[in-house]
């Protein structure tokens, strides 16, 4: 019911910011929760932050904690990554996830049901 494309990914130094969009398709974007989420090769998909529905709720892992800001423009169908002092762990393909309804299992990948192809980051030391 809804598609989602990362955008904004590339190569930075540490220390640098980067601003990740996931634009999303279907008329009815205002009822998703929305997560980004973090996989580098060898890895585990990583949660980076959640947003709930009206962009009330937000929640980060704690690496990312004061760095990143997760936030959502539903009139553009938009959800959005704000990503300052980049550090090189912070170097992975960046997912947008979607899940119909309010957030419970934020934390989890297999709770989110729509992906996004993801979008490269790396960062230079």
């Known amino acids: 019911q809804v598609q989602l494309v990362e955008s904004g990914g590339g190569l930075v130094q540490a220390g640098d910011s980067l601003r990740l969009s996931c634009a999303a398709s279907?008329?009815?974007?205002?009822?998703?929760?929305m997560g980004w989420f973090r996989q580098t090769p060898g890895k585990e998909r990583e949660f980076v932050a959640a947003i709930t529905r009206s962009g009330g709720g937000t929640y980060y892992t704690d690496s990312v904690k004061g760095r990143f800001t997760i936030s959502r423009d539903n009139a553009k169908n938009t959800v959005y990554l704000q990503m300052n002092s980049l550090k090189p762990e912070d170097t992975a393909v960046y997912y947008c996830?979607?899940?119909?309804?309010?957030?419970?299992?934020?934390?989890?990948?297999?709770?989110?049901?729509?992906w996004g192809q993801g979008t490269q980051v790396t960062v230079s030391s």
């Open positions: 996830a979607a899940v119909h309804g309010g957030l419970i299992d934020y934390s989890g990948s297999l709770y989110y049901s729509y």
């Open positions: 279907g008329r009815t974007f205002s009822s998703y929760s």
